[in-house]
């Protein structure tokens, strides 16, 4: 009896092992089968759905503006007036923010139609500004973007020294003098970047007495009581090799009564006119004898 109890739980425990092995099997081909079944879905396939779904998702919720940081990036040598904008299509800019390195913010305005921005103000030379611009579209979504450069360096700019100064009064013989700090090798560059004009209707003109003295004075005198304007737009001409102008003002002074002087070291005489009539005539010590006559201009 108890050999035979073993031969029936040996044939048992061979039986429960054939019916796992089957049973694994017919797991394996229920698994194969569902993957190749037409009505199914591969997980490459899934994810690859899931992928779109999210791309369509975030196009939907990206913002139609489009903002453009006038200069690009990383420039350098750029005009401390007119070199600096922030403009937006598709959209209306809502914030533009703009500090130089030191921290310093600049004041700028955002136009009335939204589309653009300017800083209020002439910017400083050899400076890093950085832009942050936020702008949101038709449907209230926003966009963003950022931007940094640095500004032309007072190695590579010119100035122009000028006299009359802005305001002034002066005589009917003072010339437009402009002394520039660096020695302007483009000199036709430089003087078409220079107007000077007369109430009166006077031509005038100009005249370089060195690489850095530019004078404009009409043929004869200044008209009275006329007003001379001088417009310098110099900001990004280049005077000389690597060496631009950063100037853009208007300047404008007035001329007061015609009288002149005129010495004549011959006869040890000054005369004064006024309006082309003779109204004094003054000795004077001329100096050494070969000193010829001179007429002083006011």
């Not at 914030?95 to 955002?110: D, Q, R, Y």
């Not at 139609?113 to 949101?136: N, V």
């Not at 031509?203 to 530019?214: C, D, T």
């Not at 002149?260 to 004094?280: I, N, P, R």
Request: proline content about 3%; glycine content about 10%.
């Amino acid at each position: 009896m108890m050999e035979k109890r073993v031969m029936t739980d040996s044939k048992r425990r061979r039986g429960l092992v054939a019916a796992s092995a089957l049973l694994s099997g017919v797991l394996v081909l229920s698994a194969c089968s569902d993957g190749g079944d037409k009505g199914g879905t591969t997980a490459a396939e899934s994810s690859k759905k899931s992928q779109a779904e999210v791309d369509e998702a975030a196009a939907k919720d990206t913002s139609k503006a489009r903002i453009a940081i006038t200069p690009k990036g990383g420039a350098d040598n750029v005009s401390i007036n007119r070199g600096t904008e922030v403009t937006v299509s598709d959209g209306k800019l809502t914030e533009v923010t703009m500090t130089s390195s030191a921290g310093e913010k600049v004041a700028g305005t955002i136009a009335a139609d939204g589309r653009s921005w300017k800083p209020d103000a002439q910017l400083e030379r050899s400076t890093t500004y950085k832009i942050s611009a936020t702008a949101a579209d038709s449907e209230g979504r926003e966009a963003h973007e950022n931007g940094s450069f640095t500004t032309v360096s007072p190695a590579n700019s010119f100035i122009g020294n000028f006299t009359p100064d802005d305001g002034s009064k002066v005589g009917v013989g003072m010339p437009v003098s402009i002394n520039f700090d660096k020695p302007i090798t483009d000199k036709a560059a430089v003087q078409k970047g220079i107007t000077v004009t007369s109430s009166s209707g006077q031509e005038v003109v100009g005249h370089w007495f060195s690489a850095q003295r530019l004078d404009f004075r009409p043929q004869e005198y200044w008209q009275e009581d006329s007003t001379v304007t001088m417009k310098l737009a110099l900001d990004g001409v280049e005077g000389a090799e690597g060496i631009y102008g950063v100037q853009d003002k208007t300047v404008t002074f007035t001329v007061g009564r015609n009288q002149v002087s005129t010495v004549d070291a011959q006869t040890k005489t000054m005369t004064v006119t006024q309006d082309g009539k003779t109204v004094k005539t003054i000795p004077i010590s001329a100096g050494a004898p070969r000193t010829r006559r001179t007429t002083a201009r006011w």
